[in-house]
């Protein structure tokens, strides 16, 4: 008997394992992960490094980075620390990708369920509405919907979650016409349980995977989508957010290109964290899809 | 015929998309705070209230919300989306004055990115697990993570402000009165920096479905089939494995059409392009509603116009797609 045996474990944890071993094969997916961990680790020291606001002055404004370990990234034109600003716009960056992620799921999969598990005119209405929000150019509805409803950090959250739901709908809505249709559903049916609870307990439980791969992608677009808001000046003017340094560091391009750069890398490590991340669980969890 | 048939098929499913999306349009000026009254009598500087009542009348807005959406529909089905009290013109003048810069920035960086993409992706796929193919694929991640707005900015510092090659925005040189050749090439300067910046995300994503449907068609009988006949491996390529490779990202072209649009949003703004995309923009920050609702519903239309062409296009190349 061998530790690496892991036919004699219970049955969670040898699931864990074998999930582990095969993900670990992919180096680009162990990548992501660590560098998602780094995203987190910045989140976390926020409050440890600078309790207080990112938002006030903390020196010499235009300081480059390196310069003083009193603002090691360096300083903005109102002399707000950039390292500052980068810890906590990780938060908000994570913030607004779990929960906007979150709602987009939770909508697709309601309408992917009604479409796919009635079918007939319920399909054909709710996939018409699907269409319809795939036609109309997704940044631009959330520039209105952001105008109507006002940037607080809760709107853009919705707002966004009402414009990334169409794929979920997709995937969810082919899971459960192909579920429908076996046999221990038409078991349970027989055995006189409700519509209802066929949808939530019986398949909905099944055709959950693909749809929480796809999750990653969605966090990733979310965190986009935020960050072009924060940048033309749409975001929530109370938080510090890596778009809206960029946006505000536009002014000083010229002279002081690191105030932009520094955390636009910020966001390119972490999307780039999200897109490594869902492909790792996407070759683990939906094998057939790639060799 | 069987052709004209499904085209004519094609057509008449957008019908119900188009109308849902003039009833979205509307739900959203009804839910934005204020109506078009209270737009003219902020502009007038207010007004008595039996003034405003008579206004109101006039405007139909004492009406029953019905019959307010029946004539909204109305309108728009006619391309009448009403007035833009910034722009003091009907708002489709207005729209129809953007349309050509946005579409010049759309087709130059689709066609960048679906060329590049596709030459990219094909390399990757013939070299699978090679360092080329990593190399390649590594780039087209990053690609994906970019933020065209951060690009944008990187390459103003580097080709703009440190080497001065490329100008900073505008469509064309102010005051420089250029005619002929030299206008179309100083267009074509001023578009450099917007469509590279618009077309990486979509570079990334045609290269990656490439590669992937490569990878796929390879694998395929009739390659092993033609490969035992005697075909070179360029033959192969090109002759068996592009062709229907080619398809599945030929219908992602119509697809990203609309992501596309919304991308302009941000690139416009930067470079000082006079779009669609800066209208929607300025539209926002300055509360014009009716604009703001006249540039959905014709970006839609245009996504709608442009959906159906490649399903056309996709109808024509595969002929394993029944028209029924």
Known sequence: ?291 | MPFLIYALRRALQAVPVILMIMVGAFLLLKLAPGDTVDALVGDMGGADAQFIARLRAEYGLDQPVWVQLWRYLAKMAQFDFGWSYVYEQPVSVVLLDRLGVTLMLMCASLFFAFTIGVALGAIAARRAYSVTDNVISTLGLVFYATPSFFLSLMMIVVFSVKLGWLPVGGIRTIAAFYTGWDHVLDVARHLVMPTAALSLIYLAFYLRLMRASVLEVAELDFVRTARAKGAGEGRLMFHHIMRNALLPVVTLLGLQFSTLLGGSVVVETIFSLPGLGQLAYQSVIQRDMNTLMGIIFLSSVVVIVVNFLTDLLYARLDSRIELS
């Open chain 1, 1 to 291: 008997m061998s530790l690496a045996d892991p036919t004699d474990l219970p049955p969670e944890e040898r699931r864990w394992r074998v999930f582990w071993r095969r993900y670990r094969r992919n180096r680009a997916a162990v990548l992501g992960l660590i560098l998602l961990g780094a995203v987190v680790l910045l989140a976390l020291l926020a409050g440890i490094y600078e309790p207080v606001d990112p938002l006030r002055r903390a020196g010499e404004p235009l300081t480059w980075p390196f310069q003083t370990w009193q603002t090691p990234l360096g300083t903005d034109q109102l002399g707000r620390d950039i390292l500052a600003g980068i810890l906590h716009g990780a938060r908000i960056s994570l913030l607004i990708g779990v929960v906007a992620t979150v709602i987009s799921i939770a909508i697709g999969v309601v309408i992917g369920a009604l479409a796919g598990y009635f079918g007939g005119w319920v399909d054909d209405v709710l996939m018409r509405i699907t269409e319809a929000f795939q036609t109309v150019p997704s940044f631009v509805l959330l520039l209105a919907l952001v105008a109507i409803l006002g940037s607080s950090i809760e709107n853009i959250v919705l707002a966004i979650g009402i414009v990334s739901w169409t794929a979920p709908a997709r995937l969810a809505r082919a899971e459960f016409m192909s579920l429908r249709k076996r046999e221990f559903i038409d078991a349970v049916r027989n055995l006189g349980v409700g519509d209802a609870a066929i949808i939530f307990r019986e398949i909905l439980p099944n055709a959950l995977p693909p749809v929480v791969v796809y999750a990653s992608v969605i966090m990733a677009l979310a965190i986009l989508l935020e960050s072009a808001l924060a940048f033309l000046g749409l975001g929530d003017p109370n938080y510090a957010s890596w778009g809206n340094m960029i946006g505000q560091g536009r002014a000083v391009l010229r002279t002081a290109w690191y105030v932009c750069a520094i955390p636009g890398i910020a966001i390119v490590l972490t999307v780039l964290s999200f897109s490594l991340l869902g492909e790792g669980l996407n070759e683990v969890l939906n094998p057939r899809q790639k060799k």
